[in-house]
């Protein structure tokens, strides 16, 4: 049997990752013909192939049947993989900028697992496992601030201390904005809709609040009420409308989501019977993705295409939920917003609201550090719980 010849783009992290999972279980099946990089001077201990800095003439070589796109370069990305439908070969990538901004959807020529889960395959999940659709997915997207959390509150360092620590391990980018900012899972919820329920999300479609800005009062208070803060990303269909939102999300101890640690993925999924299923795996760092693209290549090669279909525009709904708002600046007269409670921690006022999100995120400080928001999860819409000086209570 001929081994399927691949390009490889970018030896960074996911690049590097890649070709670790081929020295390991994909030599027999498939070959390494080039890896392009950007600077050829550089030395890279363990690659053993030709490396060029010409992209283009290494896609274009008649020889190369796959191209295996690791460097998050989205403007030359999107021209590298034109040049492979013209060539009819595969385009495998973990850039998920990339393949938000593609407008083509189910071409037979472009997979991109490592996008949106690491290791977690979520793609392929909703691509094979829910035949009768799917009504909510709700994930842990970002790795890199699953890890920070775990870091505050499994091992009692600060906000800032755990970023430190995950910048040093390697799980945050260079710019930890593009981290913190919700940016990153929200273009993943994008890409997972389109699996999840035929359509297609603008950016303005999804409520966003940053994870950035919540301090140690707002540490003390999880961990008074036995809760939890996970960074969530949520998507939910409704008779054709979506609600789409990623923030920091309160969740009790015992939730499934709560034993989500270090930069692990995970996704809850209910189906349209109302089946509930939960997944988890490794999301950041080099070998979940590299070992994603790699899964990727192998899916293809056993005759794996996602779905040709026509992506819905996707109608919004607003969202009421309930959050936790911790701030100096009271800004309710801003939102159509009901206060369940509220009280003074640490010098700062705390309110319990009941409020549309996208009224919220529009309006919420989060950067500065005058507001911070967490969601409440539905499992705690009923609970009280125990501020440690009450200012007022409000029905």
């Keep these: ?50 490396v060029t800095t010409d992209v283009l003439a290494l896609i274009n070589d008649p020889a190369v049947d796959v191209v295996v796109e690791a460097t998050g ?3 030359e990305a999107k021209l ?28 037979q020529n472009l997979l991109y697992e490592a996008s949106c889960g690491g290791a977690l395959p979520i793609v ?35 906000f800032n201390d755990g970023l430190l620590i995950a910048k040093e391990a390697g799980f945050v980018e260079a710019d930890e904005r593009l981290d913190l900012d919700g940016g990153d899972p929200a273009t993943k919820l994008r890409i997972l809709c389109r699996h999840a329920f035929g359509i297609r999300l603008h950016a303005d479609d999804v409520s966003v609040f940053p994870l950035f800005g919540f301090n140690d009062v707002d540490v003390k208070f999880i ?12 998507a939910a269909l409704d008779e054709g409308k979506v609600v789409a939102r990623v923030a920091p999300e309160l969740v009790a101890e015992e939730h499934p989501f709560a034993k989500v640690l270090n930069e692990e993925n995970a996704v809850s999924i209910i189906d349209k019977g109302g089946e509930s299923y939960f997944f988890k795996a ?16 192998e899916a293809w090669s056993q005759g794996f295409r996602y779905k040709k279909r026509k992506l819905a525009k996707a109608k919004s709904s607003p969202e009421i939920s309930e959050v936790i708002v911790r701030t100096v600046v009271d800004f309710r007269d801003q939102l159509t917003a009901e206060t369940i409670e509220s009280w003074i921690e640490g010098g700062f006022r705390f309110y ?33 719980f125990k501020p440690e000086s009450v200012l007022s209570i409000e029905h």
């Design 80 to 107: 590298w993989y034109e040049a492979t439908i013209k060539n009819r070969q595969l385009f495998v990538t973990a850039n998920k900028q990339l393949v938000s901004q593609l407008s083509g959807f189910g071409n």
């Design 223 to 234: 961990r008074r009420n036995n809760l939890a803060v996970r960074y969530i990303a949520t």
């Design 282 to 297: 490794k999301g950041a760092g080099k070998q979940p993705t590299g070992t994603a693209l790699f899964n990727d290549l």
């Design 73 to 75: 370069n989205v403007k």
């Design 352 to 384: 319990r609201l009941r409020c549309y999100l996208h009224e919220l995120a529009q309006i919420a400080v989060v950067e500065s550090g005058e507001a911070c928001v967490f969601v409440l999860s539905k499992e705690l819409s009923r609970q009280r």
């Design 1 to 50: 049997m001929k081994k399927l010849n691949i390009a490889l783009i970018g030896f960074g992290t996911a690049g590097r990752g890649f070709y670790e999972a081929w020295q390991q279980i994909g030599t027999a099946r498939f070959n390494i013909h080039g890896v392009a990089v950007k600077d050829g001077e550089k030395v890279r201990n363990g690659l053993h192939v030709n």
């Design 124 to 158: 392929r999940l909703l691509e094979t496992c829910f035949p009768h659709g799917i009504s909510s997915i709700r994930g842990v997207l970002n790795g890199s601030t699953n890890y920070i959390l775990t870091r505050i509150f499994v091992d009692g360092f600060s």
